[in-house]
């Protein structure tokens, strides 16, 4: 019979390059997804205020909505 995989003495660790490597992908996709997140807030609001117009209750809406409404920080 033949071995199909043979023991060697060099074992490979992921070590610190490969934890950087996974912490950078994570800190990346943080950022990315408040963005996001930021922007379907913007694209959400965008579309009840576009609703509100469209809808015969829209004009009295528009009226009582204050210009920083859809705002967040």
């Known amino acids: 019979m033949t071995t199909l995989a043979a023991a060697s003495g ?10 950087l490597v996974v912490f950078g992908m994570a800190v990346v996709l943080f950022f990315v997804f408040r ?25 009295n809406a528009k009226a009582d909505a204050t210009p920083d409404s859809g705002k967040r920080s």
């Open 10 to 19: 060099n074992s490979v660790a992921p070590g610190t390059l490969g934890f």
């Open 35 to 59: 963005s996001m997140s930021k922007h379907l807030r913007k694209v959400n609001a965008a579309a009840r205020r576009d609703q509100a117009a469209d809808s015969p209750e829209g004009e």
